[in-house]
């Protein structure tokens, strides 16, 4: 058996138990606890009432929408900020990290007054008949743009470790570059692509900050959960509030485990395809 740098396996479990029970299992046990001050009827009542079933389905359907949009464009983004030097590719590759580091406030902000009707972008659609502000497409604008950087930070190392050598390899035996792709570079990073658009989702279940202000906040139309949440805060409505938070956290738990768990089944199955070859 090799030696192991770190701890052993009691000492180490038992550090990573106490840190997440700390940072992550105690304060969200808080959220079902503050729910149970209500009876089941109140709290069904709270979470299947029409406007609550109105904002999950906006919720689920334009964050899992923004993260297919995302997986496309991102592993774009990735391959050519990774395959292609060209002028000004630095530039753009900071500007990938740009939605993380601003602050969510600002970039509904910036995002309302570009597509607002008498925006920049926002009157050109107009004549079109196009309205992006205050509407669902709006949302799903702003969820694609704080999820971008998930993707492309979570494909482009592996795009970095795989050598280019492999496409001339696998043309120079005939494979065509879409052959090459399907069955060469995309199995590759199929596996980060999928953590991170999973990544990307998760986060934009939870946005609040960069869709309060192009969403318009309509209830039963453009009122997200999170957005809803906030609402009942600022009503003094906590046990609605928290009501709310425990079905998104575990709905966000489900989706998140399924996906995990089939990323490692595609895992398993790219290792036996690879080792059977």
Do not use: C
Not at 144 to 155: A, D, E, N, S, W
Request: zero cysteines; charged letters at 10%.
């Amino acid at each position: 058996m090799s030696a192991r740098t770190l701890p052993g396996f009691r000492p180490a479990l038992g550090f990573t138990i106490v840190y997440l029970s700390l940072l992550v299992l105690i304060p969200l046990s808080g959220v079902f606890l503050k729910s149970t001050g209500i009876s089941w009827s109140q709290y069904w009542h709270i979470v299947s009432n029409g406007r609550a079933v109105a904002s999950y389905r906006l919720t689920l359907g334009a964050a899992g929408l923004a993260a297919l949009i995302n997986a496309g464009f991102g592993l774009l983004v990735a391959w050519v900020l990774v395959r292609y030097e060209f002028p000004g590719r630095r530039l753009i590759d900071a500007l990938v990290d740009l939605p993380v580091a601003l602050p969510t406030a600002v970039a509904g902000i910036s995002l309302t007054s570009l597509y607002a009707e008498n925006g920049w972008l926002g009157s050109l659609l107009a004549k079109a008949g196009i309205k992006v502000a205050f509407t669902p497409l709006g949302i799903l604008v702003a969820l694609t743009f704080i999820g971008l950087p998930f993707v492309v930070r979570t494909v482009q190392p592996v795009l970095q470790d795989l050598e280019s050598e492999i496409e001339d390899v696998a043309a120079s035996l005939g494979a065509t570059r879409g052959q090459t792709f399907r069955r060469v570079i995309f199995p590759a990073v199929l596996p980060a692509l999928i953590t991170g658009t999973a990544l990307a989702f998760a986060r934009a279940i939870g946005e609040y900050g960069s869709v309060v202000f192009i969403s318009g906040n309509l209830p039963l139309k453009t009122e997200m959960t999170t957005l809803l949440i906030m609402t009942k805060l600022e009503q003094y409505d906590y046990h609605g509030a928290t009501a709310l938070a425990s079905v998104m956290l575990i709905l966000s738990f489900v989706l998140l485990f399924a996906i995990n768990v089939g990323q490692g089944w595609l895992r398993r199955r790219t290792g036996a395809l690879q080792e059977g070859a």
